[in-house]
């Protein structure tokens, strides 16, 4: 059992920043890849970052060198921070990793919750 729980959503304003949460529970062995995707109301989902269990890390072109993807191994969390917000990135936010658990013997995906993101004046 295992769940991705999301938090540091909320209103700002364009040029404002914030970091999202994204914290693992359960019967956890070991996290690989790791990211996040967004999605507006009546729109598809949009892949945003993901980062590889080595650390390194990818970003969709209308975030790149804005927004960060971290991860802190020891409290199973991995982050996303956000700079210089515009109201294009209003939308949720979902967080998302491939989990080794102690119930399998293979990774899976597990999602967030979501966290909404409003970017406005």
């Known amino acids: 059992q295992v769940q991705l729980v999301e938090s540091g959503g909320g209103l700002v304003q364009p040029g404002g920043s914030l970091r999202l949460s994204c914290a693992a529970s359960?019967?956890?062995?070991?996290?690989?890849?790791v990211g996040w995707y967004r999605q507006e109301p009546g729109k598809q989902r949009e892949w945003v970052a993901f980062?590889?269990?080595?650390?390194?890390?990818t970003y969709a072109d209308p975030v790149k060198d804005r927004f960060t993807i971290a991860r802190d191994n020891s409290k199973n969390t991995v982050y996303l921070q956000m700079n210089s917000l515009t109201p294009e990135d209003t939308a949720v936010y979902y967080c998302?990793?491939?989990?080794?658990?102690?119930?399998?013997?293979?990774?899976?995906?597990?999602w967030g919750q979501g966290t909404q993101v409003t970017v406005s004046p």
């Open positions: 998302y990793a491939d989990v080794l658990s102690s119930s399998y013997v293979s990774y899976r995906t597990y």
């Open positions: 980062m590889k269990a080595d650390g390194s890390s």
């Open positions: 359960g019967r956890i062995v070991r996290i690989s890849d």
